[in-house]
Each structure stands twice: as structure tokens, then as C-alpha cells.
């Protein structure tokens, strides 16, 4: 399979520390996206980083991308109780049948206020 | 503008059935995917089409399919349901790939 792992599953913070949740995945991919889905609600399009860029900023957000380890990071600053959620990763990669989205496992964040 | 939005939200079926979901796309994107989000399996691909032809298609058996129209508006359909295909039915827009993608609110449905 495709898919990405996650790592943490689950994590738990105290409002205005900083979480850190680590993605990895398997094929060479065209760009690497994060989402975050609110208690089985629909996704929200976070931040996309291009397979060759390395870093990325947006506000709190800060994305890594280590294409020779396959892994990414999202860092989140600062965190407030309002960023609970759960994070996907999801890689878009060109496959025999086009470009697809292959999505992680997801790591479900606590942000105790 | 106006986000995605999938008709209905919820949805309950018995085995054996079929079912047509339905999802309307920002204005302007003309990229719909499809995904199937369960507890165990977590967020699979099921295809995506762009100007009314199906462009990438995920590992799914043929009883899903889907269709979109001249407006960009796109619909799914299960036939035959399993109990396993309950499940929350997640549909994205995009203008292009490989963009990010917004996500409409779902639709979940259950097959008893």
C-alpha cells in the first residue's frame, strides 16, 4: 500500500505548547498536503509543500518535507483548544491508473485548554 | 464563494440496496474526487473526474461508480450494498491537480 503513516496515532498538549506530528510514505510523490478533519466532519486543505521544496510556513503552521527519508513534519505552534482535530498527511503521487491522493493514518490531536 | 456541498448528509440502507450520493463543487473547479472514510480502513480513494471523464480511479470493485455532468456536479453510486460500505462518503474539489483539494461535509452512510 501507498498510504502514509502517521506518528503519533495520538497526542495530547497543553494549550500554547507546540505539537509535532510526523508523516511517512512510500513512493516518490509529486507534492505532499496536510488536512485536518474535525470529529468526522469534513477535511480543511491546510498547507501543501512541492516534492521539492523543504520547508513551508502558514501562520502557526510549519511544514517539513524530507524526500530522502520520505517523511514530512507538521509543526503547530502555539496551540489553542480550538486546533483539536485529527491531521492527515496525503501524498499525490502518479500511479498506472493517473495521479492519485493517498492519505495517512492520521494522528488525533488534544489540545486540553 | 459557496463551499462543497454533498446531498443528503445521512443516509440508511438495507443490504442489497443501492444508493446515489450527490456533490456539487465550488463554482469553477472542475476536478471532483470521491473517498470512502471508515474506522479501519481510514481515507480511501475512489476516483476522481474532471470535465465529465472519470481520470483516476482508486482499488475499489465495480459496484462504485460515478458519473459527473457538463456543470461539474458529481454523483456516486453503490449498487448491490454490503455492510461494509457503510462508511463516511467524502467528495473534494479542486480547480486542478495538484492542488489542495476542499472537502464537503460528507455523507454517511449506513447499510443495516
Known amino acids: 500500500s501507498q498510504q502514509g503513516e502517521e506518528d503519533p496515532q495520538a497526542l495530547s498538549i497543553q494549550e500554547g505548547e507546540n505539537a509535532t506530528m510526523n508523516c511517512s510514505y512510500k513512493?516518490?510523490?509529486?507534492?505532499l498536503q496536510w488536512y485536518r478533519q474535525n470529529s468526522g466532519r469534513g477535511l480543511v486543505h491546510l498547507i501543501l509543500i512541492r516534492s521539492n521544496e523543504r520547508e513551508k510556513h502558514s501562520g502557526r503552521l510549519r511544514v517539513t518535507l524530507d524526500t530522502s527519508k520520505k517523511s514530512s513534519s507538521l509543526l503547530i505552534t502555539a496551540s489553542r483548544a480550538a486546533d483539536t482535530a485529527s491531521y492527515f498527511c496525503?501524498?499525490?503521487?502518479?500511479?498506472?491508473?493517473?495521479?492519485?491522493?493517498?492519505f495517512g493514518t492520521g494522528t488525533s490531536l488534544t489540545v486540553i485548554p | 464563494k459557496a463551499g462543497v456541498t454533498q446531498t443528503p448528509r445521512y443516509l440508511i440502507k438495507t443490504r442489497g440496496q443501492q444508493v446515489t450520493l450527490s456533490c456539487s463543487p465550488i463554482s469553477g473547479h472542475r476536478s471532483v474526487s470521491w473517498y470512502q472514510q471508515t474506522p479501519g480502513q481510514g481515507l480511501q480513494f475512489l476516483f476522481e473526474y474532471f470535465s465529465e471523464t472519470q481520470r483516476n480511479k482508486g482499488n475499489f470493485p465495480g459496484r462504485f461508480s460515478g458519473r459527473q455532468f457538463s456543470n461539474s456536479r458529481s454523483e456516486m453510486n453503490v449498487s448491490t450494498l454490503e455492510l461494509g460500505d457503510s462508511a463516511l462518503y467524502l467528495c473534494a474539489s479542486s480547480l486542478a491537480r495538484p492542488q489542495g483539494q476542499y472537502f464537503g461535509p460528507g455523507t454517511r452512510l449506513t447499510v443495516l
Open positions: 513512493t516518490s510523490i509529486n507534492n
Open positions: 496525503a501524498t499525490a503521487a502518479d500511479t498506472n491508473t493517473g495521479n492519485q491522493f493517498y
